[in-house]
């Protein structure tokens, strides 16, 4: 028996699922390796998945990482689930979304608002490494779902489906999907509703697989269209009842905004890990890049930000474990802060790169598809703009009740990788949040003020907050609309800021020497400095966290480490900086 098969055959519950399938993609800069960053550069040239990684992800279960452990699969954290996802993302975003994210974005619906039958079919068919798509898009109405046009009508005891969905994940190759209709034609949150409905249920007179979207990013993905002409559907078909299709989703999004922004560590990680490597081969003026200051300065920052997204993507993540409804608020935050993070590194380190940054071919070549495929998954499912939307409402009210009175969250939101219950799907609710535990942080740490950078930082974060405060409980009903004056929109920018630093204030406080002390005054420099004003940081403190945050950058890449917190071993080789 191979190596691999071995590996396949273990056990592959609890925490090391991630390190065990890190072990069977091996080292991606191996040019032998079947599942190398070769192989996946050659699909995406093609504009085809990556066949050899599906193979390999069918063989390690992965779907069974997106069924509740209690439906026989090992969906327990949500934490858990965002490593394993993050090493397929690290490699490959087109067959991390393609083979994997897609099903798990379906499926949430129906362990958050399916019945019984449901969820029992769903997580058979994902245990069988079947796919499901999650069909809501409409080119004509986007994210915005409360006007979407395709439609259910209720039809002698079963459902008349009609209208077109475009620019879905593996929709023509998908055993199954979820689709969003209205229901209703009255407008209002109770228009629409969501149905599981399988391929072989479907008379194929009466669906029409529309030709394949080609895109510039995630090239490999089958994205796809279907047309419905009065197409029968079983009764059964419906997810909870009719009208709570927002409801469910909204709910739902909430897990899948957590995990997203937590997997995109793993594109940024090998965008890193790229520009460390350049800097450290490419020769000029006499030396190589990284003798140069502004290379080295950019690469720590980029490494900064990562580290933020970490921090705060890994605190929403045990939020959703330890205080669901808070997410209404957390969820869209994540999404919208960490997805600005990643693309703004991604175009720093561009600058490291040059040229080499956008070929197709060579050492470096990771790099671009990296940067393509990130793009949409920043944006898509839902928007940055979306995720505005849906905290300026909160704004007020938690300015006014929360912000400087309420105290930080429990010690426990802040202990990654620390004990969690089981993912409470029962527990997600759309509603509004009962206070602000994260803001809470910086109250707390302005109240017990540290020497050095640290305290600074504490101190300014407090001030920004009192003026968010101030602003943000003067908003009125017009600036917490979709039609809010841009300023409002700027206020809900500058919260999401803020919430990023308190998860780092309380998560390096919370894991004591477990983190770099220059990683957290590097991640609250690269925050602060998106808030405007005077750096916290003297110069010569800066030149000081910076060089050592990039002499760390390096060592993590020559020991073959992890850029993330974690920092645990991956596959690599002597020579080989990644």
């Given at each position: 028996?191979?190596?691999?098969?071995?590996?396949?055959?273990?056990?592959?519950?609890?925490?090391?699922?991630?390190?065990?399938?890190?072990?069977?993609?091996?080292?991606?800069?191996?040019?032998?390796?079947?599942?190398?960053?070769?192989?996946?550069?050659?699909?995406?040239?093609?504009?085809?998945?990556?066949?050899?990684?599906?193979?390999?992800?069918?063989?390690?279960?992965?779907?069974?990482?997106?069924?509740?452990?209690?439906?026989?699969?090992?969906?327990?954290?949500?934490?858990?689930?965002?490593?394993?996802?993050?090493?397929?993302?690290?490699?490959?975003?087109?067959?991390?979304?393609?083979?994997?994210?897609?099903?798990?974005?379906?499926?949430?619906?129906?362990?958050?608002?399916?019945?019984?039958?449901?969820?029992?079919?769903?997580?058979?068919?994902?245990?069988?490494?079947?796919?499901?798509?999650?069909?809501?898009?409409?080119?004509?109405?986007?994210?915005?779902?409360?006007?979407?046009?395709?439609?259910?009508?209720?039809?002698?005891?079963?459902?008349l489906l009609s209208g077109r969905k475009e620019i879905v994940t593996n929709l023509r190759?998908?055993?199954?999907?979820?689709?969003?209709?209205?229901?209703?034609?009255?407008?209002?949150?109770?228009?629409?509703?969501?149905?599981?409905?399988?391929?072989?249920?479907?008379?194929?007179?009466?669906?029409?697989?529309?030709?394949?979207?080609?895109?510039?990013?995630?090239?490999?993905?089958?994205?796809?269209?279907?047309?419905?002409?009065?197409?029968?559907?079983?009764?059964?078909?419906?997810?909870?009842?009719?009208?709570?299709?927002?409801?469910?989703?909204?709910?739902?999004?909430?897990?899948?905004?957590?995990?997203?922004?937590?997997?995109?560590?793993?594109?940024?990680?090998?965008?890193?890990?790229?520009?460390?490597?350049?800097?450290?081969?490419?020769?000029?003026?006499?030396?190589?890049?990284?003798?140069?200051?502004?290379?080295?300065?950019?690469?720590?920052?980029?490494?900064?930000?990562?580290?933020?997204?970490?921090?705060?993507?890994?605190?929403?993540?045990?939020?959703?474990?330890?205080?669901?409804?808070?997410?209404?608020?957390?969820?869209?935050?994540?999404?919208?802060?960490?997805?600005?993070?990643?693309?703004?590194?991604?175009?720093?380190?561009?600058?490291?790169?040059?040229?080499?940054?956008?070929?197709?071919?060579?050492?470096?070549?990771?790099?671009?598809?990296?940067?393509?495929?990130?793009?949409?998954?920043?944006?898509?499912?839902?928007?940055?703009?979306?995720?505005?939307?849906?905290?300026?409402?909160?704004?007020?009210?938690?300015?006014?009740?929360?912000?400087?009175?309420?105290?930080?969250?429990?010690?426990?939101?802040?202990?990654?990788?620390?004990?969690?219950?089981?993912l409470p799907f029962d527990r997600l609710a759309a509603g509004l949040p009962r206070g602000?535990?994260?803001?809470?942080?910086?109250?707390?740490?302005?109240?017990?003020?540290?020497?050095?950078?640290?305290?600074?930082?504490?101190?300014?974060?407090?001030?920004?907050?009192?003026?968010?405060?101030?602003?943000?409980?003067?908003?009125?009903?017009?600036?917490?609309?979709?039609?809010?004056?841009?300023?409002?929109?700027?206020?809900?920018?500058?919260?999401?800021?803020?919430?990023?630093?308190?998860?780092?204030?309380?998560?390096?406080?919370?894991?004591?020497?477990?983190?770099?002390?220059?990683?957290?005054?590097?991640?609250?420099?690269?925050?602060?400095?998106?808030?405007?004003?005077?750096?916290?940081?003297?110069?010569?403190?800066?030149?000081?966290?910076?060089?050592?945050?990039?002499?760390?950058?390096?060592?993590?890449?020559?020991?073959?480490?992890?850029?993330?917190?974690?920092?645990?071993?991956?596959?690599?080789?002597?020579?080989?900086?990644?």
């Amino acid at each position: 028996m191979s190596e691999r098969s071995e590996l396949i055959d273990q056990e592959q519950d609890g925490p090391r699922s991630a390190e065990r399938l890190d072990a069977l993609l091996g080292d991606p800069r191996d040019a032998a390796n079947p599942v190398g960053h070769a192989r996946a550069l050659a699909a995406d040239e093609r504009q085809e998945m990556h066949a050899e990684g599906e193979r390999l992800l069918d063989a390690f279960g992965l779907n069974a990482e997106f069924v509740p452990a209690a439906l026989g699969g090992r969906l327990r954290r949500a934490d858990t689930l965002a490593e394993v996802l993050r090493t397929v993302w690290r490699r490959d975003p087109s067959l991390g979304l393609g083979y994997g994210f897609a099903s798990f974005i379906a499926s949430v619906n129906i362990w958050t608002g399916g019945d019984r039958e449901q969820q029992r079919r769903t997580a058979g068919l994902l245990l069988a490494n079947q796919r499901i798509a999650a069909a809501f898009h409409e080119l004509a109405h986007g994210n915005d779902f409360a006007r979407a046009g395709f439609t259910a009508q209720a039809a002698d005891g079963g459902w008349l489906l009609s209208g077109r969905k475009e620019i879905v994940t593996n929709l023509r190759r998908a055993e199954a999907m979820v689709l969003f209709a209205r229901t209703d034609d009255r407008a209002g949150s109770r228009s629409h509703s969501q149905f599981l409905v399988t391929r072989d249920e479907l008379p194929a007179n009466r669906v029409l697989d529309l030709p394949r979207f080609p895109s510039s990013g995630m090239r490999g993905v089958q994205l796809g269209g279907i047309r419905f002409t009065d197409c029968p559907a079983p009764g059964r078909a419906l997810i909870g009842g009719v009208g709570q299709g927002i409801e469910i989703a909204l709910r739902s999004y909430q897990v899948t905004r957590a995990v997203l922004p937590a997997m995109s560590v793993g594109p940024f990680d090998t965008a890193l890990r790229t520009a460390v490597e350049f800097a450290l081969e490419r020769r000029l003026y006499g030396g190589t890049a990284a003798d140069i200051p502004y290379v080295r300065a950019t690469i720590a920052r980029a490494y900064a930000d990562l580290l933020a997204v970490d921090a705060f993507a890994g605190v929403g993540l045990r939020t959703l474990h330890l205080d669901p409804g808070a997410m209404a608020v957390y969820a869209p935050a994540a999404k919208y802060l960490t997805s600005r993070l990643v693309l703004d590194g991604f175009e720093d380190l561009r600058s490291v790169l040059g040229a080499a940054g956008y070929l197709r071919e060579g050492p470096y070549a990771i790099f671009q598809k990296m940067a393509r495929d990130i793009a949409p998954a920043a944006f898509a499912h839902v928007s940055r703009a979306a995720c505005l939307v849906m905290i300026l409402p909160q704004l007020p009210r938690l300015a006014r009740r929360s912000w400087l009175v309420d105290g930080a969250a429990a010690k426990e939101v802040f202990d990654l990788g620390g004990p969690l219950p089981d993912l409470p799907f029962d527990r997600l609710a759309a509603g509004l949040p009962r206070g602000d535990g994260l803001i809470g942080v910086i109250t707390e740490a302005a109240a017990q003020p540290q020497p050095g950078p640290v305290g600074r930082f504490a101190a300014r974060l407090e001030a920004e907050l009192r003026d968010l405060r101030e602003r943000c409980a003067a908003l009125g009903p017009a600036g917490i609309t979709i039609d809010a004056p841009p300023q409002a929109f700027a206020l809900a920018d500058r919260y999401t800021v803020l919430l990023a630093a308190a998860s780092a204030l309380a998560v390096w406080d919370q894991g004591g020497e477990q983190y770099p002390p220059e990683a957290l005054l590097g991640v609250l420099d690269r925050l602060t400095g998106r808030l405007g004003g005077e750096s916290v940081l003297t110069p010569a403190e800066r030149e000081d966290v910076e060089q050592r945050l990039f002499d760390l950058a390096v060592r993590r890449c020559r020991e073959h480490r992890l850029l993330d917190l974690t920092a645990r071993p991956i596959a690599g080789r002597e020579g080989n900086h990644r």
